[in-house]
C-alpha cells in the first residue's frame, strides 16, 4: 500500500490496483476519471496507481487519510461524486 501520509489534509486519494497495468478494466477506469479530472481536481483529488495480486480494485481515501469508499467491480464516477461530495471540508492540521 501506497503511503497516504503526504496527502493527509492536503488531498483525497483515488487508488487504482489491479495484478497488470494492461488490464482492459484498470485502462477503461484511468480513462474515466481523467475526463472527470477538473471535477476531481476541485475536490483536490490525486489518482495513485498500484500493484495487486488480484484483479482490479479502487480505493477512495479521504483528507484525514481514512477509507471512505471502495469497490472490487466496474464502478460508476457518479457514485464517487457522491461520496466526495458527502465528505466533510477537511481542513490543514
Given at each position: 500500500m501506497k503511503d497516504l501520509k503526504k496527502y493527509q489534509w492536503k488531498n483525497r486519494v483515488i487508488i487504482l490496483k489491479d495484478r497488470?497495468?494492461?488490464?482492459?478494466?484498470?485502462?477503461?477506469?484511468?480513462?474515466?476519471?481523467?475526463?472527470?479530472?477538473?471535477?476531481?481536481?476541485?475536490?483536490?483529488?490525486?489518482?495513485?496507481e498500484e500493484g495487486a495480486s488480484s484483479d482490479f480494485h479502487i480505493e477512495l481515501y479521504g483528507k484525514d487519510g481514512g477509507k471512505k469508499w471502495e469497490s472490487d467491480a466496474d464502478f460508476s464516477v457518479k457514485d464517487i461524486f457522491k461520496t466526495l461530495d458527502s465528505l466533510p471540508p477537511e481542513v490543514s492540521r
Open positions: 497488470s497495468t494492461e488490464s482492459p478494466t484498470l485502462k477503461r477506469a484511468k480513462e474515466r476519471l481523467m475526463r472527470e479530472m477538473p471535477e476531481l481536481k476541485e475536490r483536490d483529488v490525486v489518482i495513485l
